[in-house]
């Protein structure tokens, strides 16, 4: 479990299924994936990222706040192994990604939440590089890696999606644990008067 000043990102619950099943039904939340997710599909989606975390003891987590539990969102680390024909050139690799809930956007959670599974990655968990992927109209997902320190590294052609699917070029995001702890240090300097 991780705790930051407003959230909380914790292991999954069943109580949660429902209210991951509703975000990602939801067409606004949904809207830079290629579809949103039924109830089968999110239960799934759920129960790979359980096993994930039970395997490594980290993963994406379920994000709620701190005065109010109940789930907001998912946010964390995901292992990427994919194997030809689907490799998009930078696996194996560990990804950064978030999904919150349209009520609880705009509210800085994402950034908080992300905050916090970097830590967890480049101090515990001790990976040396996480990266980052979106498609370009993806704004608020692209501004939030530049703000949390990812450096753009290109496009690649999204390998699970048909050669003309307007989601298929996506851009590549990376941090290494080097720019994390000097991005560390800044953010502890004193700001200046």
């Not at 696996?91 to 939440?113: K, L």
């Not at 949390?148 to 690649?156: A, D, N, V």
């Amino acid at each position: 479990m991780l705790e930051g000043s407003r959230l909380r990102l914790r292991p999954w619950r069943p109580e949660d299924l429902a209210p991951l099943a509703a975000l990602q039904a939801d067409p606004a939340v949904m809207r830079h994936f290629p579809a949103r997710l039924n109830r089968a599909a999110s239960d799934a989606w759920a129960a790979a990222l359980t096993a994930h975390m039970d395997a490594h003891g980290w993963g994406f987590w379920a994000v709620e706040r701190q005065a109010a539990p109940g789930l907001v969102g998912v946010v964390g680390l995901l292992h990427l192994a994919w194997e030809p024909p689907w490799d998009p050139g930078f696996t194996p690799a560990v990804e950064i990604g978030w999904r919150i809930a349209g009520p609880f956007q705009r509210q800085g959670y994402a950034e908080e939440a992300a905050r916090l599974a970097l830590d967890a990655g480049f101090g515990p968990i001790g990976l040396q590089e996480v990266v980052a992927f979106t498609v370009p109209r993806n704004a608020p997902s692209w501004l939030l890696m530049a703000k949390l320190g990812m450096r753009p590294t290109g496009t690649f052609e999204h390998p699970r999606l048909p050669e003309g699917h307007p989601l298929r070029t996506h851009l590549l995001y990376r941090i290494t644990r080097r720019d994390w702890r000097v991005q560390q240090r800044a953010r502890a300097l004193p700001n200046p008067a």
